[in-house]
């Protein structure tokens, strides 16, 4: 018995143990149902065991939908519990784990999970390749980022969430201030998540480098590929940092050194340091995919090519060298001299410059243009105002001696979600409608998807708005209640209204899948939305193989070209295609991955030993294993391109 | 017979061993802290070099430009990082 009183929860509370009777539940019913439907063989091999890029990108976007309603569960808790003064909903260790896991769940395992999973279904369609450059490395990625997401799920109804913040600065993050395994789970679930990531880096930069259809040349790739590019150069060297930080991190609290300790030689801001040397980078990594997803879809639904296609390249090249300048103005306040402050001021004020300059580009591409204001459409247009209201407190926050004010208030708050929400969110949802037919062979519903945008924005709108009004009047963040007396009262109340709209957009969205997947007809065609790049000028939805026949191309708009210039894409006839083998072993090294850490988080040694020898089995396994792939015969290609309905 | 022997190698393996060598004194001779981790880096980063180019072959492919663009951005963001890092917590602490 003594062995499980570690499993137990420091600060239990009615609503957690809620949780976990719903979670039970939730996994008898899935295993009964998949049981119940006899689907467990179609699940292994045509989901769990694929290497196919586009399943693999479909399986990052649900779960980046998953964990979307679970950081918005969160989100709506914080802001019902702020909603009115002196709130006894969430008591303040509670409330600390409720946005530390906010946090979290946001950023890496949704914001990044819809990025990397947009851009693993969108990529080699554009490029015109057939898979990734390393198939089965790309299962690894979404199955160590599950396994990593999975195991910081669990950690709130076993053994507790961590509590320091997303940003779980030390000294309060080490083991004097933070005494239960919640911050492992922090360190253990980013650390396997983060290798994923760091192989999703490699693995793209040379898809993108090597694989290109001819006559591609770089500076004719579709818009979106090249930010996929820059994002994925930033990735690879951001990364590494957080993984050694993460790492340092561990051995404070687990090994009893004292890297990140303000005794014994230690230097406990050094964290915040290394934190931010990746995390802003990461913030650049959300959004220049989004910035490349806003590009396609202005220029499809203005019905005119990108104004500046050079000017947008060197401003992306730009924005990843100047990201890795700048970290220090997430912490003006901490003590460094004026100097330090101003070089990291004017680095920070910078980048405005070539964001500005993509605003612009895109405003340019929209005049004149014939808009047509679909749903993705109207996410582009509400990002364009929204991003830039973020964009100018962004600029108001990297002058420090203001920050003095700004710093650690709701003002921040409001500022970042300002620009991830219209920057990140907005773009996701506007790429998975636009893309929505290529995966499935339907469009989204159109009626329900303007509702999901107008509740989203206005909701997002009143969320977060006030946030800076309450900011300014020294609201300070993360704090799980005020007094009446500070006169924050009313305004939190509208915070909590936006928050309600906004549950009720996520909703509308859900809705409007289950809505189409039953009434939307399916004969949509090749090109649903009179669209421009390469993606399209294949089937819906997207057969095994992407393309019958390699295309040829010369511009960055191959597909438009050939439905307006005359252009030939598809120039040889169909031969066989060679193709990856299924593998299972990449699921059984994420399980592998997620005993490890979850015996790490709570110093089983045997368990750590036991699952550190499955990992290396499993990889001594691979570097033994003879699979040559398969082929696709010619007969099989040209009876499915006729099933479509379009012989070439 | 001369197209066969890689006196690339060769020579690249020879500068190593000397680097190594040089790297060595830092232990066996008597010398103060600064200059003893001086030497370690520069022969470390020297050596790497050597490694990458000569072992590694980094520019005999077609990648030429990738490889060395690659290799260049990533000096820079550590030197960005290692400095920024010293100027932040140590020179322009208050």
Redesign the interface.
Known sequence: MEFFERFAIPHPSPLIYASMVAIGLTLIAIVIGITYFNKWGYLWREWLTTVDHKRIGIMYMISALLMLFRGGADAVMMRLQTAVPDNAFLDAQHYNEVFTTHGVVMIFFMAMAFVIGLMNFVVPLQIGARDVAFPRLNAISFWLYFAGAMLFNISFVIGGSPDAGWTNYFPLAGTDFSESVGVNYYMWSLQISGIGTLMTGINFIVTI?KMRAPGMKLMKMPMFTWSALITN?IIV?AFP?LTIALLMGTFDRQFGTHFFASTNGG?D??WA??FW?WGHPEVYILILPAFGIYSEIIATFSQRNLYGYKSMVGSMVIIS?LS??V??HHFFTM???A??NG?FSITTMAIAVPTGIKIFNWLLTMWKGKIRFTVPMLYSLGFIPLFTIGGVTGVMLAIASADYQYHNTMFLVAHFHNVIIPGVVFAMLAGLTYWWPKMFGFMLNERIGKWGFWFLSIGFVFAFFPMYITGLDGQARRMYTYSEATGFGPLNMLSFFGAGLMAIAFALIVYNVYYSFRHSPRNVGMDPWNARSLEWATQNPVPEYNFAVTPVVNSSEAFWDSKKNGHQLFKDKITKIHMPNNSGMPIILAGFFFIFGFSFVFSIWIGVIVSALGILGTMAYRSFENDHGRYISEEEIKETEKEYGGAK | MKELFPAKQVIGFVFSLILTAVALTVYFLDMSFEMGITILLVTAFIQAALQLVFFMHAGESE?KK?IYT?VY??I??AL??VF??L???IW???
Do not use: E, P, R
Request: net charge negative; charged share 5%; hydrophobic share 65%.
């Open positions: 480098l150069v060297f940092v230097m801001m050094l340091n290394l040397v060298f890795f300048l970290w220090v003590g460094h001299g100097l330090v070089i | 990648d990738a690659n951005y990533g820079a963001i960005v990082t920024g890092t100027l932040t917590l322009g602490y208050m």
